[in-house]
């Protein structure tokens, strides 16, 4: 897209990082600066606050987070797991013998009465833990399907934030197109106050130049234009509405917005549709996501392939029992459930033969990856789709609002020279409100014409994710 400079009353832009999206006209990317509260609201300063703390935004900031919690869990799937029992707990009876495994010593550790002796407590812990070596690529496969989460995550946050930087555009354009709205129904308003003082001036010489007729007729178009005021300032409120809760202002709160005139200053030239759908296929965050996506469901596909081959590891354990009232055992061929110190490390091979069921879950992890890249394809179409629609109406506008320009020259100059000949006599009252009626008409298209290329341009640069231009 051809750099513009920045438009009538956009002092400056905030600060903030860069990061892929759509560029409005003087719009910088990512999070910005808060707004100053001694200059004038600037379609700058109003897309980085949308941008920054719209609830999508937040909402696309909070499942990023999510997702690199889970990048980080895949990273650290390797890491044992140590399987811990501990207890503690009683009475115990009292079980005494030579410590080497023979007959008991006092008459109370004889079963097969009430005579438990001295009762004591005991304590157990247990603690297992398996660290894999060599999963046959289902460790890494898990890896680098967490590091699609962040990729997707980002994108998402930046579809986020491009949408809020278009309605940011469409609430401050739509409020300049009120406003020029209403300059220029003031404008035609004073020009039939003129009209119908003379008028009155002409009836009250008895003037064979107009009749009470001619003051019906202007008093009906400034009732019309009357009405047409009243519509403008309700738009007008709306847009500044939309403005102030993108702006994150208190409902009710003062709010000054720059003037910035809706026609151009510079001659603009689309890029072809050609170099359009090129920039879009090439940065559409959609695009990103869904393709990251894909690897995502490729490297589930082969975690299932693999789940058919066993895990090879290092596994460790380690056991201690002590009760109080028993005799520890001294040799290594006596059983001793009472106290127990053991511990062992060794190579092991963990898998299930649950054949069926994993079959099964490949099947189900494939049939989700096909799906998925028919949903890419059906996406690329669509992008592809949207792009050529909206740059078809950007075209379009932009045709209109150079005939509507031109059109509005000439019945501005209608205009004129009606009224210079409604004052020197030579013209009718109808010529003059012809003129007046065509000079409104065509304002108001001029203004309609160029606001639908504003948004034209700004909704060419979303779908293409056109990036930030140097300095903005």
Do not use: C
Not at 38 to 63: G, H, I
Not at 213 to 220: E, H, I
Not at 420 to 443: I, K, N, Y
Request: charged content about 25%; aromatic content about 6%.
């Amino acid at each position: 897209m051809p750099a513009r400079a920045p438009e009538v009353g956009e002092q400056g832009t905030a600060p903030g990082p860069t990061s892929p999206g759509p560029r409005l006209p003087g719009v910088p990317a990512g999070p910005e600066a808060p707004l100053p509260q001694d200059k004038p609201l600037t379609l700058a300063m109003l897309v980085a606050k949308a941008r920054q703390q719209d609830a999508r935004v937040e909402e696309s900031e909070a499942e990023l987070r999510r997702l690199e919690a889970l990048q980080r869990q895949a990273h650290w799937a390797w890491f044992p797991k140590f399987e811990t029992v501990v207890g503690f707990g009683g009475p115990v009876p009292e079980a005494h013998n030579d410590g080497l495994g023979g007959p008991p010593t006092t008459e109370a550790t004889l079963e097969g009465d009430l005579n438990f002796g001295t009762l004591g407590v005991t304590f157990r812990a247990e603690v297992n833990a398996l660290l894999p070596l060599y999963t046959f690529g289902k460790l890494s496969a898990l890896e680098k399907a967490g590091d699609q989460g962040p990729i997707i995550g980002r994108a998402l946050r930046e579809r986020a934030r491009a949408e809020a930087g278009l309605q940011a555009a469409q609430a401050f354009y739509g409020y300049q197109l009120a406003r020029s709205g209403l300059a220029q129904l003031g404008e035609t308003e004073k020009r039939l106050d003129d009209a119908a003082k003379r008028i009155e001036a002409l009836l009250e010489e008895e003037s064979e130049q107009v009749s009470k007729l001619d003051t019906y007729k202007v008093n009906f178009f400034r009732q019309i234009v009357v009405a047409r005021r009243t519509e403008a300032k309700q738009g007008q409120a709306l847009a500044l509405e939309a403005i102030r809760l993108l702006a994150g202002g208190k409902p009710g709160e003062p709010l000054k917005i720059a003037e910035v005139d809706l026609p151009m200053k510079e001659a603009f030239t689309p890029p072809s549709l050609e170099e359009a759908l090129a920039q879009a296929e090439q940065r559409r965050p959609e695009l990103v996501a869904i393709q990251a996506g894909v690897t995502a469901r490729e490297q589930e596909v082969l975690i299932r392939e693999r789940s058919f081959y066993p895990d090879l590891g290092l596994v460790g354990f380690a056991k201690f029992a002590y009760t109080t009232n028993t005799t520890v055992q001294r040799s290594p061929f006596s059983y001793d459930p009472y106290n127990d110190r053991t511990a062992g490390v060794g190579f092991a091979m963990r898998g299930t033969f649950d054949i069926p069921i994993k079959k099964a879950q490949l099947d189900q992890a494939r049939a989700e990856l096909d799906k998925l890249k028919a949903q890419q394809r059906l996406l690329q179409a669509a992008l592809r789709l949207e792009v050529t629609k909206t740059h078809g109406e950007l075209t379009a506008a932009l045709e209109r609002a150079q005939a509507a320009t031109e059109a509005e020259k000439n019945a501005r100059r209608w205009a004129t020279a009606a009224y210079a000949a409604f004052d020197l006599g030579t013209g009718d009252t109808r010529e003059l409100v012809d003129a007046f009626t065509a000079l409104a008409q065509g304002s108001a298209d001029k203004a309609k014409s160029w606001f639908d290329v504003r948004l034209g341009i700004a909704a060419l640069e979303r779908v293409t994710a056109a990036p930030p231009a140097e300095g903005e």
